[in-house]
T-cell receptor
């Protein structure tokens, strides 16, 4: 049973560029949440997708957007990258309103 | 506002010692969930436990145990007879209401277990 998978594992982008990160949830899970983890900090909630709609959003600017596909996989898009966007981006999947969230291994984004 | 505080930034112990990781939370909700996750160097967050606000029973799972006390808003985690493989960053997290989508994490405690 595959767990949560994220791609790519590492990414280097230039300031001002746009990036797309991808997440496939654990089998049987229908809800995907995205988190940003800066070095030495705890993860911070970006947003959550369920039934292809954004259901909850954390305190992140509109440059951060997402999408969920009918197969429950999800994308995180970040526009106009800033140096401060450099972080580990974690995807978590769960079954709506029950059960614990399972996390992927993350995508390490470096903005130069 | 909701908040999770892990006051211990780093802890270093010698193998076989017991170690307790502290977690204090703040919330105005009466219904909430508390979690502990382990993050090894690979980066993936590994789920350890979930506890809802109505269940104050302590839990033991092998060498791991958790002490939930609503009176002090604490959810502490103890590893008995620590092993080198326990070395990781441990995060305590809180989610409010019935939804578990928005996890509020503490800053984590880095545990180093030396042989």
């Amino acid at each position: 049973d595959a767990g949560v998978t994220q791609s790519p594992t590492h990414l280097i982008k230039t300031r001002g560029q746009q990036v797309t990160l991808r997440c496939s949830p654990k089998s049987g899970h229908d809800t995907v949440s995205w988190y940003q983890q800066a070095l030495g900090q705890g993860p911070q909630f970006i947003f959550q997708y369920y039934e292809e709609e954004e259901r909850q959003r954390g305190n992140f600017p509109d440059r951060f957007s997402g999408h969920q596909f009918p197969n429950y996989s999800s994308e995180l898009n970040v526009n106009a990258l800033l140096l401060g966007d450099s972080a580990l981006y974690l995807c978590a999947s769960s079954v709506k309103n029950r059960g614990e969230a399972f996390f992927g291994q993350g995508t390490r984004l470096t903005v130069v | 506002a909701q908040k999770v505080t892990q006051a211990q930034t780093e802890i270093s112990v010698v193998e076989k010692e017991d170690v307790t990781l502290d977690c204090v939370y703040e919330t105005r909700d009466t219904t909430y969930y508390l979690f502990w996750y382990k993050q090894p160097p690979s980066g993936e967050l590994v789920f350890l436990i979930r506890r809802n606000s109505f269940d104050e029973q302590n839990e033991i799972s092998g060498r791991y145990s958790w002490n939930f006390q609503k009176s002090t808003s604490s959810f502490n985690f103890t590893i008995t007879a620590s092993q080198v493989v326990d070395s990781a960053v441990y995060f305590c997290a809180l989610s409010e209401g019935g939804s578990q989508g928005n996890l509020i994490f503490g800053k984590g405690t880095k545990l180093s277990v030396k042989p």
